[in-house]
T-cell receptor
Framework: DADVTQTPRNRITKTGKRIMLECSQTKGHDRMYWYRQDPGLGLRLIYYSFDVKDINKGEISDGYSVSRQAQAKFSLSLESAIPNQTALYFC????????????????FGPGTRLTVL | QKEVEQNSGPLSVPEGAIASLNCTYSDRGSQSFFWYRQYSGKSPELIMFIYSNGDKEDGRFTAQLNKASQYVSLLIRDSQPSDSATYLCAVRRSNDYKLSFGAGTTVTVRA
């Protein structure tokens, strides 16, 4: 089984709809991240969480919200989807803790392709 | 100026040749550097990371770091068609767990 899973893998929705993307991990990592990827722009950080009680905004958090339901689960919500939120969304995890910042490695889930019409 | 810059490519190399990918970063306080490979429609997967000046080798891959020049590179020796992918450079600032990613360089290995 995959260490980091994302559901759904593909989603087409309409403008104004509320959408939730879910991420689960079995790696036992403390840190979880949500990114979006657009052609030519690379990966951009939306939100990140260092533990269940710690949620932080990334560089492009407007229009998004998150929930860390448990150490293993981190959900991303689009409250009212708009077409420019059409992108590939990735969840990632890292160990944190004693690993130290310099060597802390992020591992990515398979991604969710979201299309907003 | 973007925090992390990469040539978008495409970089086309013949099978068996060396592919050389470059990445520059703007924050002189950056402490660690990661290379990810991403096949089309798939998720990024870690190739290697480096945080000391010099070279670090792992199989056919060599990462080179020059902090004074704010430059990190990835060499792929004996390139194979299976190396055709987009390579993402990611940079971490000192005492920060977040990563900043470049837009990626697309590599095509010609058989």
């Amino acid at each position: 089984d995959a260490d980091v899973t994302q559901t759904p893998r593909n989603r087409i929705t309409k403008t104004g709809k509320r959408i939730m993307l879910e991420c689960s991990q079995t790696k036992g990592h403390d840190r979880m991240y949500w990114y979006r990827q657009d052609p030519g722009l690379g990966l951009r950080l939306i939100y990140y969480s260092f533990d269940v009680k710690d949620i932080n905004k990334g560089e492009i958090s407007d229009g998004y919200s998150v929930s860390r339901q448990a150490q293993a689960k981190f959900s991303l919500s689009l409250e009212s989807a708009i077409p420019n939120q059409t992108a590939l969304y990735f969840c990632a995890t890292s160990q944190g803790g004693l690993a130290g910042a310099s060597t802390d490695t992020q591992y990515f889930g398979p991604g969710t392709r979201l299309t907003v019409l | 100026q973007k925090e992390v810059e990469q040539n978008s490519g495409p970089l086309s190399v013949p099978e068996g040749a060396i592919a050389s990918l470059n990445c520059t970063y703007s924050d002189r306080g950056s402490q660690s550097f990661f290379w990810y490979r991403q096949y089309s429609g798939k998720s990024p997967e870690l190739i290697m990371f480096i945080y000391s000046n010099g070279d670090k080798e792992d199989g056919r891959f060599t990462a080179q770091l020059n902090k004074a020049s704010q430059y990190v590179s990835l060499l792929i020796r004996d390139s194979q068609p299976s190396d055709s992918a987009t390579y993402l450079c990611a940079v971490r600032r000192s005492n920060d767990y977040k990563l900043s990613f470049g837009a990626g360089t697309t590599v095509t290995v010609r058989a």
